[in-house]
């Protein structure tokens, strides 16, 4: 077995507990120190404290050390400092935009996907609330936010409008939870721009009702047999071209099967 410190960098012999006290005759108050044996892959994570016993002559005749096993702490400890770093590295590079606020809104900290999607500067935001930077541009959406937060503690892929700092709307899904720092519930939100879905899906959307107006007045018999859902899709010439009250969109196919002349 040996010894090491909490950088895990093995430690000489000279340093470790026993001959530490011995070499400077000075007693060691909850230095910690990992054990690491040699048939096991882990390391034992421990609390030293020990000092010299000296003679009348000042010499060292025995030295009391005290172990205490604290592996479990330190695992928690090096397992929240993990996380930490990995948070820290999702927040400072996601695209996404991520803020943390106070329950009233005040801006504790952004990453720079909030910079570049909203045009503000981290130091215009901080300690300012949304309210000031007029940020929300519907503030119901705000409040909508707040008040699940305090009922259910998160909220998932809201969509809604942002004003950005040039004035611009712009949509975004946010999802959201609440978070506790230094005593103090926060909010973390994280606020994907997709504004250029949104505005994929207007486009699309009047692209079909021009599509559709065109189709509801239409002098042609237009049919589209949709095969997976075995359904027809016809315009209403189709029907008053043969005899019967003009009907548009999807229709089931057996009907006009059954208006088929043997």
Same mark, same amino acid.
């Given at each position: 077995?040996?010894?090491?410190?909490?950088? @895990?960098?093995?430690?000489?012999?000279?340093?470790?507990?026993?001959?530490?006290?011995?070499?400077?005759?000075?007693?060691?108050?909850?230095?910690?120190?990992?054990?690491?044996?040699?048939?096991?892959?882990?390391?034992?994570?421990?609390?030293?404290?020990?000092?010299?016993?000296? %003679?009348?002559?000042?010499?060292?005749?025995?030295?009391?050390?005290?172990?205490?096993?604290?592996?479990?702490?330190?695992?928690?400890?090096?397992?929240?400092? %993990?996380?930490?770093?990995?948070?820290?590295?999702?927040?400072?590079?996601?695209?996404?935009?991520?803020?943390?606020?106070?329950?009233?809104?005040?801006?504790?900290?952004?990453?720079?996907?909030?910079?570049?999607?909203?045009?503000?500067?981290?130091?215009?935001?901080?300690?300012?609330?949304?309210?000031?930077? %007029?940020?929300?541009?519907?503030?119901?959406? @705000?409040?909508?936010?707040? %008040?699940?937060?305090?009922?259910?503690?998160?909220?998932?892929?809201?969509?809604?409008?942002?004003?950005?700092?040039?004035?611009?709307?712009?949509y975004g899904m946010?999802?959201?939870?609440?978070?506790?720092?230094?005593?103090? !519930?926060?909010?973390?939100?994280?606020? @994907?721009?997709?504004?250029?879905?949104?505005?994929?899906?207007?486009?699309?959307?009047?692209?079909?009702?021009?599509?559709?107006?065109?189709?509801?007045?239409?002098?042609?018999?237009?049919?589209?047999?949709?095969?997976?859902?075995?359904?027809?899709?016809?315009?209403?010439?189709?029907?008053?071209?043969?005899?019967?009250?003009?009907?548009?969109?999807?229709? !089931? @196919?057996?009907?006009?099967?059954?208006?088929i002349h043997p």
């Amino acid at each position: 077995w040996k010894f090491v410190n909490t950088d @895990r960098i093995t430690l000489s012999i000279e340093d470790y507990p026993v001959n530490k006290i011995i070499n400077t005759k000075q007693p060691l108050f909850n230095k910690i120190f990992g054990i690491i044996n040699s048939t096991k892959p882990t390391i034992t994570w421990v609390t030293v404290n020990g000092f010299p016993v000296v %003679n009348s002559a000042g010499e060292i005749i025995e030295t009391v050390i005290s172990y205490d096993d604290i592996t479990e702490q330190k695992n928690e400890e090096i397992e929240l400092k %993990n996380s930490e770093e990995k948070f820290k590295k999702a927040f400072l590079t996601s695209p996404e935009s991520i803020t943390i606020t106070s329950m009233e809104g005040v801006y504790k900290d952004v990453n720079k996907g909030f910079t570049q999607i909203s045009g503000y500067e981290y130091d215009e935001v901080i300690g300012k609330k949304s309210s000031e930077i %007029n940020i929300w541009s519907d503030i119901s959406d @705000r409040n909508y936010v707040v %008040n699940s937060l305090k009922q259910h503690g998160v909220v998932e892929n809201y969509v809604c409008q942002f004003k950005t700092k040039s004035g611009n709307i712009i949509y975004g899904m946010l999802s959201a939870t609440t978070i506790e720092l230094d005593g103090e !519930d926060h909010v973390l939100l994280i606020t @994907r721009d997709i504004t250029k879905i949104k505005n994929i899906e207007h486009d699309l959307l009047e692209s079909n009702n021009r599509l559709n107006l065109i189709l509801e007045n239409t002098p042609i018999a237009i049919w589209d047999w949709d095969v997976v859902n075995d359904l027809w899709y016809t315009t209403p010439k189709y029907y008053t071209m043969l005899g019967y009250e003009p009907v548009s969109g999807n229709s !089931d @196919r057996s009907i006009w099967i059954n208006r088929i002349h043997p």
